[in-house]
């Protein structure tokens, strides 16, 4: 069920051109990268390497709320690596796989996993994405 937006907190704008071997920006001139498909050692950066960042952005963020309801202090040098895997599937269909490593040095392991599993019901990256894509969250 899609969930419609009664309060808009803010709205991206970008341009793309030439798919994977072409450019993207965004209207305030904060991101111009050049794009290259994954692997062809061609520079640029590709639509994988830009979502792994943006969904490890976000799942920080939705640990930081998460971390003041569960009254837990996030550490400082909370790190959220992602690998993006680009694949095919048996229909031989084009598919996304994302694994987090989610590093909260100094928590147990019961506060990392309240975190990590509050985090991801509330990152709207792991809504948009949840039954859709295969995404694995290990903790360090």
Avoid: W
Wanted: proline residues 4%.
């Amino acid at each position: 069920m899609t969930q419609q937006l009664e309060h808009i907190l803010y709205t991206a704008y970008t341009h793309t051109t030439g798919g994977r071997e072409g450019t993207g920006s965004s209207s305030d001139g904060a991101l111009a990268v050049k794009l290259s498909t994954p692997g062809s050692n061609k520079p640029g950066t590709n639509p994988e390497q830009l979502f792994g960042v943006g969904y490890s952005a976000c799942f920080i963020g939705a640990m930081q709320l998460a971390a003041r309801k569960l009254d837990i202090r996030l550490p400082e040098n909370t790190a959220v690596n992602a690998d993006v895997s680009l694949g095919k599937t048996s229909a031989d269909a084009y598919a996304l796989a994302v694994t987090l490593h989610i590093d909260l040095p100094g928590l147990d392991a019961d506060q990392k996993q309240q975190l990590v599993q509050t985090a991801h019901q509330t990152c709207p990256y792991s809504a948009a994405i949840r039954g859709n894509i295969e995404v694995t969250l290990l903790t360090a």
